[in-house]
């Protein structure tokens, strides 16, 4: 069961220029910049309640974050939506049995300490979707 949003992934091409936007203009406070060397990124967590914001900055020009900018006219955006649930092996079972494209088979350590996975967004509406939970 998905038991709420994680975080909403926000692609930034620098995110020390990112987040005075974050900091001054919303007073949010970034809790931890981490870099996902396998994923090629480096990431930076703003709480609010109980949802990131996790800003998500390419380290290298083959980072799928690179390319996303570059498809979104050399502008960040809205990346991704972020579910979190304690069973991520069931969660990705029922996606797939009811015809949800995964675009990870196997989860794999994210930033943050979780586990994760992604849906394809051409089978779930457009909005790129990952499954979180924390590592155990
Ligand atoms: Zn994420």
Known sequence: MLTKIDHLGIAVSSIEQSLPYYEKVLGLKCEK????????VKTAFITIGEVHIELLEPTSPESTIAKFIE??????????????????????????????????????????????????PKSTGGVLTEFCTDKK
């Open 33 to 40: 910049i981490e870099t996902v060397g396998s994923q090629q």
């Open 71 to 120: 498809k979104n006219g050399g502008r960040g955006g809205l990346h991704h939506v972020a579910y979190y649930t304690d069973d991520l092996e069931g969660q990705l079972k029922q996606a797939a049995d009811n015809g949800a494209t995964l675009l990870n088979e196997k989860p794999f350590d994210g930033a943050n300490n979780k586990r994760v996975a992604f849906l394809h």
